[in-house]
């Protein structure tokens, strides 16, 4: 059996790469758009820098610079401020002037805090000495709603404005400077900063909305990979747990899978090899099993008459012959009986129900059976068995032919005068039934095909046998989800079956 | 032996058929062969042989109907059934069915032989007591008046004691006895002085001469920390 599939799994897999790729065309689309969106604010940023620029350079211009250079009159300054703060107040930018020597002339301050009446201060010039520069706290009304200074372009339009006059305004960190010359001579020099930058605005809503548009877009696409993967890995999987019940055995597994795709057509092909599978396996446990009866028949015939030519000779010479023949077809006689065993024991999993199976009275079942055997050989029967009761789940009859065939085993390698021992403990939740003799042992190179099919040990010529005892007990073993080994002891060979034990809490 | 003791044999192999014909004629029984199972009913019928074996498998049916029709039509011969399949179901089957005793293909000559023997006996012969003077186990014939054991036609020599120890086993078929119980009622010893390998010995000597194959004991059994007891035959 195969592992689990983890997050390596198509079903995760197809959703995170479909993830992967709305979050990939969601982050170029908004790096391009913002870039559209950031070039063209920043053109209509410093567009407005320029023409509030202008404006201020020509209400400057107005001033006559000489007589202020001069010290002759400060009015001309002073009404440039007033005009050059409305400027700020009305374009929302921070204006300041100075002399090319560096003393400051006018500066507006933060748009926000420029004092809004200033605007009447230009309307009625005679009080314009009660204004100074700079930001100033007056309780006043605010100003009558002037709009801006006729032209001055609007920034950006009024539609995109919609939301700037609540809260906060962000402003643009851009910058203009004008040099105002008078007569050649550089007079002063403007600085326009802090204007109202709505783009950032814009691009800061853009860029909230599309984020929640792609992670909309990157959950609906993991949803969709998800439905789309679940669509290729249904059939998927329903391929792999019928393949999976084929190779556990259950041969009649087919994937339920009805569509006109390409995984309908991979669960048609698999189905109908499944099939051909089951014919040719069904077809070749048939046959060995044919085989095995239809030897059988003859093998009687053939027995009886050589038993009848044995009791009827009269020769010592002839017995002998007849004996040996019998001999031999004993042994023909019990490989096929062997080969049927072991051919049901292959489809053993395809049929027969199983039930609770008491070890300990199986072993004693046994034990009863070779008792007579073991005794015959002069051959000691230790029996070493627990009280009580060591349940597993099973076949009787199959486990209790496999533990015959360890018992008969172990008395037929055992010399007289030694002892064979069947045992039985229970380790590690599962149950451990071995078979010990003092026999001959396992030669080193036999231990690795021990089990196998038609296997003989090296030592073994001189015992009757078909070689396949042992690999009926693997296979019942096997059948039982238990496992077999056989390892050489001091004085002879040890068997050890290990069978799952079926707890009694399980039982109903 | 009597030649009105008439077997028929349903087989549809030839093979056995003839060996079967051979064997057991050496018997002295006279055999009728029937090769499908329509041929064996009829002749059943009109011929009443003393005992039927039957083969499972037949060409025109199976072995259990005809076993099953040949008792619905009240015919009471003991019935052997010969079936390849050893498994318990087919034994079952087949002895519901009215067959009186079954052997699984392959099997030797001489067990078919003693199960005909005992099937015989059990129909048409006396019944096994204690105080008879004939005990029967399977198809061994003992025969306490002239100190005899038999199988078929041939005699077993048996020493006194291994045939007192028989017939003692023969006596109480199936039942356990400690090696104590069988020194103190074959040897009539009492006490605590014996030596239990006298009577493994004994057993071990009887079943080389009473046992098909001695290495395989199926008369006498060893009960593992009892004792010894006899098999109980049909």
């Known amino acids: 059996m195969l592992g689990p599939v983890g997050r390596v799994s198509l079903r995760y897999r197809l959703p995170l790469s479909y993830a992967a790729v709305a979050l990939v065309t969601m982050l170029v689309l908004g790096a391009i758009l913002l870039a559209i969106l950031s070039n063209y604010y920043a053109g209509a940023e410093t567009a407005y820098l320029n023409a509030g620029g202008d404006r201020v350079v020509r209400e400057l211009s107005r001033v006559d610079w000489r007589a202020v250079s001069e010290g002759e009159s400060a009015d001309g300054v002073l009404a440039a401020q007033q005009r050059v703060l409305a400027v700020a107040l009305v374009t929302q930018l921070r204006v300041q002037v100075e002399r090319p020597d560096g003393e400051s002339l006018i500066d507006s301050g933060p748009p926000a805090s420029i004092d809004p009446s200033v605007l009447m201060v230009v309307g009625g010039p005679g009080s314009s000495g009660e204004t100074s520069p700079g930001p100033r706290d007056q309780s006043d009304d605010p100003s009558d709603g002037d709009g801006p200074p006729p032209g001055l372009p609007s920034p950006l339009g009024a539609g995109l404005f919609g939301g700037a006059g609540s809260g906060e305004v962000v402003r643009s960190h851009r910058t203009t400077e004008r040099t105002l010359t008078q007569d050649g001579q550089t007079v002063a020099i403007a600085h326009l900063s802090e204007g109202p930058a709505y783009g950032a605005t814009v691009i800061r809503t853009t860029v909230k909305g599309w984020l929640l548009a792609g992670c909309a877009a990157v959950l609906l696409a993991a949803g969709l990979g998800w439905w789309v993967s679940n669509r290729i890995t249904r059939p998927l999987s329903e391929i792999t747990t019928a393949s999976d019940s084929m190779a556990g055995g259950d041969l009649a597994a087919r994937a339920d899978v009805h569509r006109s795709d390409e995984l309908g057509r991979l669960a048609d092909s698999f189905n109908s090899m499944a099939a051909g599978v089951q014919q040719n396996v069904l077809a070749l446990q048939r046959f060995v099993a044919d085989a095995a009866h239809e030897l059988g028949t003859p093998l009687t015939a053939l027995e009886a008459d050589l038993e009848l030519a044995h009791d009827r000779s009269a020769s010592e010479e002839e017995r002998r012959l007849m004996s040996r023949a019998m001999r031999q077809a004993e042994r023909l006689e019990q490989l096929s009986a062997n080969l049927l065993r072991l051919s049901r024991l292959d489809t053993g999993r395809l049929a027969g129900p199983s039930e609770p199976v008491d070890l300990v009275a199986l072993t004693h079942h046994v034990a009863d059976a070779v008792a007579s055997r073991a005794e015959q050989a002069q051959i000691d029967l230790i029996i070493d068995v627990p009280e009580g009761e060591i349940w597993t789940q099973g076949h009787e009859d199959k486990l209790r032919a496999a533990v015959s065939n360890l018992a008969d085993n172990a008395l037929k390698f055992t010399p007289a005068g030694g002892s064979v021992t069947l045992g039985l403990a229970t380790a590690q939740g599962d149950a451990r039934l071995w078979v010990e003799d003092t026999g001959i042992g396992i030669p080193d190179e036999d231990r690795e095909g021990l089990f196998g099919r038609f296997h003989r040990g090296r030592n073994v010529s001189a015992y009757p046998g078909s070689g396949l005892g042992l690999a009926i007990v693997k296979a019942t073993a096997e059948l039982h989800g238990g496992t077999v080994k056989a390892e050489t002891v001091a004085h002879g060979s040890r068997f050890e079956l290990t069978l799952p034990i079926r707890s009694q809490a399980a039982e109903k | ?234």
């Open chain 2, 1 to 234: 032996m009597d030649a009105d003791l008439e077997i028929l044999i349903v087989e549809d192999d030839p093979a056995i058929a003839e060996s079967l014909t051979d064997g057991i004629g050496q018997e002295g029984y006279r055999i009728h062969w029937e090769a499908t199972g329509a041929g064996g009913l009829a002749y059943a019928r009109s011929h009443d042989p003393r005992l039927v074996i039957l083969d499972v498998r037949l060409p025109d049916g199976s072995g259990f109907d005809v076993c099953r029709e040949m008792r619905l039509l009240g015919l009471r011969q003991p019935i052997l059934m010969l079936t390849v399949q050893s498994e318990e179901l087919d034994k079952v089957l087949g002895l519901e069915m009215g067959a009186d005793d079954y052997l699984t293909k392959p099997y030797r000559l001489r067990e078919l032989l003693a199960r005909i023997r005992a099937l015989m006996r059990r129909a048409y012969g006396e019944l096994s007591s204690i105080e008879a003077d004939v005990l029967y186990v399977g198809d061994l014939v003992l025969d306490r008046g002239r100190a005899r054991v038999s199988r078929g036609d041939r005699t077993i020599n048996l020493t006194p004691t291994e045939f007192r120890l028989l017939v003692f086993f023969a006596q109480h078929p199936g039942q356990v006895f400690s090696r104590a119980q069988l020194m103190d009622n074959v040897w009539g010893y009492q006490g605590d002085y014996y030596d239990e390998k006298t009577v493994n010995v004994h057993i071990r000597r009887l079943r080389e001469k009473i046992e098909f194959d001695p290495s395989t004991p199926e008369l006498v059994q060893t009960v593992p920390g009892m004792g010894y007891r006899l098999a109980a035959l049909p």
